[in-house]
């Protein structure tokens, strides 16, 4: 067990539709990463806060946006879903120490009819 | 440009087989490198990382990593693998410092083990 919580475990949605995904970050993490796992683009990094700041950018595209709140989690916006944006969305956290691994949730699998 | 090189996308091997799982970076710096692995269904878990020190690593499940620095390497190995090693390997590189720290991921190899 990573500690990295994520919620739902899975979503289903039409085309069109906004969803929201969920990450509870492990106890004392400050930072919290983002990322889009499908089978053709692979393992794609898209957003980081630290601490509730914004800290990195990805390849986020403009549609998605996320937050992290002053207890920690964090939040991902997925808005005008299209087919394309069916894949797994992975959170995981970090201390952002120089060296500090990422701990990954189980991710949340989104599938867009 | 940095970059991490998986030359493997799918490894078959027997149980109880040696494994090895290339990775190649390419970075200016030392960096420091990671390897995890993803069961179906599941998320990334760190099998290891190599910051400093001792180049030869040991990790979870029995693997371990060399780093070599001459040969901008850092393969996973194991000495017989076992049915529930079958998943898939990302190897990491970390680059940069304070604000500008990033993960550079390798596209992954699949491991299948045959019985």
């Known amino acids: 067990d990573s500690g990295v919580t994520q919620t739902p475990k899975h979503l289903i949605t039409a085309t069109g539709q906004r969803v929201t995904l969920r990450c509870s970050p492990r106890?004392?993490?400050?930072?919290v990463y983002w990322y889009q796992q499908s089978l053709d683009q692979g393992l794609q990094f898209l957003i980081q806060?630290?601490?509730?700041?914004?800290?990195a950018k990805g390849n986020i595209l403009e549609r998605f946006s996320a937050q992290q709140f002053p207890d920690l989690h964090s939040e991902l916006n997925l808005s005008s879903l299209e087919l394309g944006d069916s894949a797994l969305y992975f959170c995981?956290?970090?201390?952002?120490?120089?060296?500090?691994?990422?701990?990954f949730g189980n991710g949340t699998r989104l599938t867009v009819t | 440009a940095q970059s991490v090189t998986q030359p493997d996308i799918h490894i078959t091997v027997s149980e109880g087989a040696s494994l090895e799982l290339r990775c190649n970076y390419s970075?200016?710096?030392?960096?420091?490198l990671f390897w995890y692995v993803q069961s179906p269904g599941q998320g990334l878990q760190l099998l290891l990382k190599?910051?400093?020190?001792d180049t030869l690593v040991q990790g979870i499940k029995g693997f371990e990593a060399e780093f070599k620095r001459s040969q901008s390497s850092f393969n996973l190995r194991k000495p017989s693998v076992h049915w529930s090693d079958a998943a898939e390997y990302f190897c990491?590189?970390?680059?940069?410092?304070?604000?500008?720290?990033?993960?550079?991921w390798g596209l992954g190899t699949s491991l299948a083990v045959n019985p």
């Open positions: 995981a956290s970090s201390v952002d120490r120089e060296g500090s691994p990422l701990h």
């Open positions: 106890s004392g993490d400050l930072s």
């Open positions: 806060y630290y601490n509730g700041e914004e800290r």
């Open positions: 970075y200016g710096a030392t960096p420091y």
């Open positions: 190599y910051f400093s020190g």
């Open positions: 990491a590189v970390g680059a940069g410092a304070g604000n500008n720290r990033k993960l550079i």
